[in-house]
């Protein structure tokens, strides 16, 4: 069990979620971005399996083949075109200012192009700015989708399991997330919502929560 200290989400949507200390910590175990940020602090490719850049104002993605969501539905380029231009219009769209366009140049290719270089781009799509989420679903539940009653979809090594609003968020494991080497070693996670500082010392202390931000 683990305690988001800053209390319950306003929504698991990436695109509203920005606080580290509580939603990001759900959302990093559930949705893959674009690129990943190792613990060395370098950038690798993620659900995008290689990146070229032909030119200083172009990056050219190379879609993971294989991959899922955790409804079983597979990963497009079409999903990730979406999930770009989703997030360019949220909270993160200040990372998208140089953007002048996201498309899909290829079966599995998505392409953006900038309007000037831009060195930040690229790294922050292993935030959630470059987080990934499936089209269908996220239409389909529409103003719902994020929070406890619509869900989220992405492709992470977990997926959500339940959310009792004012209690507790579960997540369980994806037991076929495509990286091997990442998958989940823990069948379920469940994050609670104390907020008081004695108690959740307590729960520490004692047991009763396994850790906190």
């Known amino acids: 069990m683990w305690n988001l200290s800053a209390g319950e989400p306003a929504s698991l949507d990436p695109g509203v979620t920005w606080d580290t200390a509580s939603g990001n910590i759900v959302l990093a175990n559930v949705c893959d971005n674009l690129m990943r940020q190792t613990p060395d602090g370098s950038y690798q490719p993620s659900i995008a399996q290689a990146v070229q850049?032909?030119?200083?104002?172009?990056?050219?993605?190379?879609?993971?083949q294989g991959v899922r969501f955790t409804d079983g539905m597979p990963l497009t380029a079409d999903d990730v075109v979406y999930?770009?231009?989703r997030q360019s219009q949220s909270y993160w769209g200040?990372?998208?200012?140089?953007?002048?366009a996201i498309t899909k140049s290829g079966p599995s290719q998505v392409t953006v192009t900038m309007t000037k270089p831009d060195v930040i781009f690229p790294e922050v799509m292993s935030t959630p700015a470059g987080a990934i989420v499936e089209q269908?679903?996220?239409?389909?539940?529409?103003d719902a989708f994020g929070l406890p009653k619509g869900g989220v979809m992405c492709t992470g090594?977990?997926?959500?399991?339940?959310?009792a609003?004012?209690?507790?968020?579960?997540?369980?494991?994806?037991?076929?997330?495509?990286?091997?080497a990442m998958r989940p070693k823990v069948g379920t996670i469940k994050f609670t919502f104390v907020r008081n500082p004695s108690t959740i010392t307590n729960g520490l202390t004692t047991?009763?929560?396994?850790?906190a931000w």
């Open 53 to 64: 850049t032909p030119n200083p104002t172009t990056l050219v993605y190379d879609i993971r």
């Open 165 to 180: 609003p004012g209690d507790s968020i579960t997540l369980k494991a994806n037991p076929n997330y495509w990286d091997a």
């Open 207 to 211: 047991g009763a929560i396994d850790g």
């Open 83 to 85: 999930s770009l231009k």
């Open 157 to 163: 090594p977990y997926s959500l399991d339940t959310w």
């Open 94 to 100: 200040v990372f998208y200012q140089n953007v002048k």
């Open 136 to 142: 269908k679903y996220t239409e389909a539940k529409g």
